[in-house]
């Protein structure tokens, strides 16, 4: 098994999250920013909602594999 193959230590993965949620936090205020300032670039704005939605499925994915009874 390769070094990188390893399991993610809890630790690991409670770093993980914070970072992600940090960034989910980031997006919704530069939608928000994008959406408040004309003008509007609904392109780019649909690219960080989609961005935000795949982060915040990563987040419950870690949220679950550290508290799996909380989500059972």
Request: aromatic content about 2%; cysteine-free; overall charge negative.
């Amino acid at each position: 098994m390769a070094a990188n193959d390893a399991p993610e230590t809890s630790e690991a993965l409670r770093a993980k999250l914070v970072e992600l949620r940090v960034e989910h936090r980031d997006l919704d205020e530069a939608i928000e920013r994008l959406t408040t300032t004309p003008p509007d670039d609904d392109l780019m704005v649909r690219r960080l909602k989609k961005r935000k939605l795949l982060i915040k499925d990563r987040i419950s994915a870690l949220e679950r594999l550290l508290d799996p009874d909380e989500y059972a």
